[in-house]
């Protein structure tokens, strides 16, 4: 290749297997590091929540880790796993704790404790309690915090191409000394693809998990359109083209139904819409 050019079509054909490994290696550091720091996390937020005197030193301390600087973590566990993906693995599961340890206890205390009380009095033991009632409903914020964790994973792999082990930031790094402009470019690329389509796949993951959020969403945008059209649809509701509505016998009617229309999306909100629309 003559020409250093950020484009380069002859690169990707001539170095094809070379960005497939790299990705390869990129892909099973990151999913290795999120998959150990959810099993880390999940019994820490466990313990913090079981215990409250915990907590404050469990978030202390992942916010810690997650302060120091990626090349002083990998300097530290360095003589513990020398230089190996293991090395790599470990840093990015420790930064990964305080993304994932903090969503998971903010899913778990967002449970409804009349859920809870409801469980309980069907004889619910605590673990069946935990698996069947308040893991499934602290699962959106469960997802979020392993989409965010999985998204700075894959950008933090890359540091690893100090000890070789950073996937597509080892051709980042090598491309970066000589100024190979189509390596630099496509690797960077890859890598951005790669947080996206992670990002995309576990929102997949998530939608098909918690199918009730997609009802909800849809029987509450149907109840605002049957609300809008109860107080502004035909002439016999006040909303003729004359812009006067008629004092006839239609107009306590449609004011009733829009009154009951407007209840029933209360109602749908919550203990607190039901309390409302019966009072």
């Not at 099993?39 to 005197?53: D, E, G, N, T």
């Not at 959020?213 to 029987?219: A, D, Q, S, W």
């Not at 006040?238 to 004011?255: I, V």
Request: glycine share 14%; aromatic share 6%.
């Amino acid at each position: 290749m003559a020409a250093n050019d950020w484009i380069c079509g002859e690169y990707l054909r001539s170095r094809g297997q070379e960005l497939i490994d790299a990705t390869v290696q990129h892909v099973w550091i990151t999913a290795a590091s999120v998959a150990i720091g959810l099993l880390v996390a999940f019994p820490l937020a466990l313990l913090a929540r079981a215990r409250p005197s915990f907590a404050a030193p469990v978030l202390g301390l992942t916010t810690l880790l997650y302060t120091i600087p990626s090349l002083a973590m990998f300097s530290l566990l360095l003589p513990l796993f020398g230089l190996s993906a293991a090395l790599v693995i470990t840093g990015l599961v420790l930064y990964s704790l305080t993304i994932l340890v903090r969503n998971i206890m903010a899913g778990l205390a967002a449970v409804p404790e009349e859920a809870r009380e409801a469980a309980l009095g069907m004889g619910y033991g605590r673990v069946r309690l935990l698996w069947e009632v308040e893991l499934p409903l602290a699962l959106p914020a469960l997802m979020a915090g392993l989409r965010i964790a999985t998204v700075s994973t894959v950008a933090l792999t890359t540091v690893g191409s100090i000890v070789g082990r950073g996937g597509l930031g080892n051709l980042i790094a090598d491309a970066l000394q000589s100024f190979f402009k189509a390596q630099v470019l496509t690797a960077s690329v890859l890598c951005v693809l790669l947080a996206v389509l992670a990002d995309l796949l576990l929102l997949g993951v998530q939608r098909l998990l918690t199918p009730w959020t997609r009802i909800r969403g849809t029987r509450d945008i149907r109840d605002v359109r049957d609300t809008s059209t109860s107080h502004g649809g035909g002439p016999g509701q006040g909303g003729g083209s004359g812009g006067g509505a008629s004092d006839g016998p239609s107009r306590p009617g449609s004011a009733r139904t829009g009154t009951a229309r407007v209840g029933s999306v209360g109602a749908t909100a919550g203990p607190a819409g039901v309390t409302k629309a019966g009072g």
